[in-house]
């Protein structure tokens, strides 16, 4: 756990409301990005921050919470959220969002191959991972964060962290292959 | 960030992911206007045992009733019933063990004390009692080299699953609170079990190793239970009391909210073992 979680637990367990807007200050933006690539829709990713750190207050009130790295507490509760949401919605919820500009193709043919996988496909691809996989895909390659920030949001060891992130990059290696003929080795 | 891995990135066909458009303004700055007047509602913290809200007079025939006073209730109904007999019968009973001739008495004794408690969180606590009793009849049988049947297992899973099911019904803190009395009980039943394992025969290993995947997710489900009681409750709550809180209104666009909220006990999880929702996928 970090100093500042450990500072920012502390004083959010007292009530301290200075403390717990500068916790959503700085964390819900993160938050709202890692919503937005699992779901695909602003709207949904908006409400999951906001039910997030809804909860995170409700557990504090009642003496709960995290015990003490917060920011992975707050992963976790936005990432079985967004399972909820995609679990009723999940035909909405991979349909392309009409905010999302559209990227160009680039002149590179082996780069147009990889623009050819655009976000719905790699959403897709996401999803039918397990849960755990998952997680560690798009909290280490898009939210930024070690093998042992990662770790510590699944609670898992940091092996672990590293077996599953090398399965869920295989498997989505084979869906592409099998579902959209597309060929890492080729492109 | 710490300990970054030379092999961070991503390959680049996972690019497309990358890109989030900017965050609507209005509607940032709703959630965050609705978040800090929710702050501002927030109650003080709360010290002392009676500190909690009162809950009048009926409370002090529910929960303050021990164990042991159902159990001296028992006594007296079996005395009045069968005469001396029935109270030898049921105190022989209480050190009796799977295979024994009194161990059907014993229990229907438990069943009895269970039938009699009304307040949920007397019940979960009940229910602790009788997994710890479960534990020591499962180590009991491991020393004497007797087979741990699948009865005895299933009555474990049982007590379990029931505590669970109780605990839902608990306010927030409540819940909190026996929450955080079953974790620490189920980290030291854990502990012991392991301890047991290791010195029990071949044919006992998985009987004991069903056992402590049991203890673990008790212990995991009540770590998320004391993190977010909302998620635990829509997962494993059925029947809540009128004291409990009200359910989130957070509901998914276009959903209509029907026959696909979060997975019961009962029904399959994730992968792992990893229940979908709580998330936590422990080990």
Known sequence: MSAQDA?????????????????????????YRYAYRL??????????????????????EAGGGPRDNLRAYLYRIAHNLAMDVHRRSPADADAPDPDVPVAPLSDDPARQAEDRISAEIARGLIWRLTPDQRQVILLKFFQGLSNDEVAAALEKPVGAVKALQHRGLSAMRRMLKRDHGWDEMEA | MSNKDPQDAGPRWLDALQEVPERDAT??????????????????????VDAGRHKGWMSKFRKERSPMFSFARILIVLALALGGTGTTAAYAAQSSLPGDPLYGVKLALEDFRLGLTRDPQHEVLLLEDLVETRLEEIGALVRQGEPINLQ??????THLRLALQQSAQLDDPQLIQTMEQIRTRAEQQLQIMQQLR????????????????????????????????????LRLGTERSDEAPDQPDFAPPGSNGEGSGPKGPGEPQGPNGSNSGGGSGRP
């Open chain 2, 27 to 48: 509607r940032a700055a709703e959630g965050r206007q609705a978040y800090l007047q929710a702050v501002e509602e927030i109650r003080e913290p709360v010290s002392g």
């Open chain 1, 39 to 60: 779901l695909g829709a602003a709207d949904a990713a908006e409400d999951i921050v906001s039910e997030t750190f809804l909860r995170f207050l409700r557990a504090i």
């Open chain 1, 7 to 31: 500072k920012w637990l502390q004083d959010a367990r007292r009530r301290d409301r200075k403390v717990l807007a500068e916790i959503y200050d700085e964390l819900s933006p993160e938050l």
């Open chain 2, 152 to 157: 005895l297992m299933n009555r474990l899973e």
């Open chain 2, 198 to 233: 290791t010195n029990a025969p071949e044919d006992q290993d998985e009987a004991l190793r069903q056992t402590e995947q049991a203890l673990l997710r008790i212990r995991n489900t009540a770590q998320d239970a004391i993190e977010d009681p909302t998620t635990f409750r």
